[in-house]
């Protein structure tokens, strides 16, 4: 789930297990459907702070951007060895 800070001033959003999500204003960030049980989190979206909405990581299913495809595409046969080329005197 992931959550916006409304307010105009940095909020500490509590979660479950004693950990904190800091979010500064007009930012978002991802909690866990569990954490928006915990009471002091509720308050904060009754008070209309912090709003919720469904969502998460989005992901770029293979071909959609293209991007990928077209670096594969232009990539040569040279393979790294991991060894560091000299430089310098000899």
């Known amino acids: 789930m992931d959550i ?5 001033k940095p909020l500490s959003v509590p979660l479950p297990g004693g950990k904190k ?3 500064g204003p007009g930012k ?7 954490a928006l049980t915990k009471p002091a989190l509720a ?3 009754e008070s209309g ?3 919720t909405f469904a969502g998460g990581k ?6 959609s951007s293209g991007s990928l495809s077209a670096r594969s595409a232009g990539s040569s046969d040279h393979k790294a060895t991991g060894a560091m080329r000299q430089s310098g005197d000899r």
């Open 28 to 34: 978002t960030g991802q909690v866990s459907p569990k």
């Open 58 to 63: 989005k992901r770029i299913e293979n071909g």
């Open 43 to 45: 308050a904060l979206i």
């Open 21 to 23: 999500l800091f979010l």
């Open 4 to 8: 916006t800070n409304k307010s105009g």
């Open 49 to 51: 702070d912090i709003v």
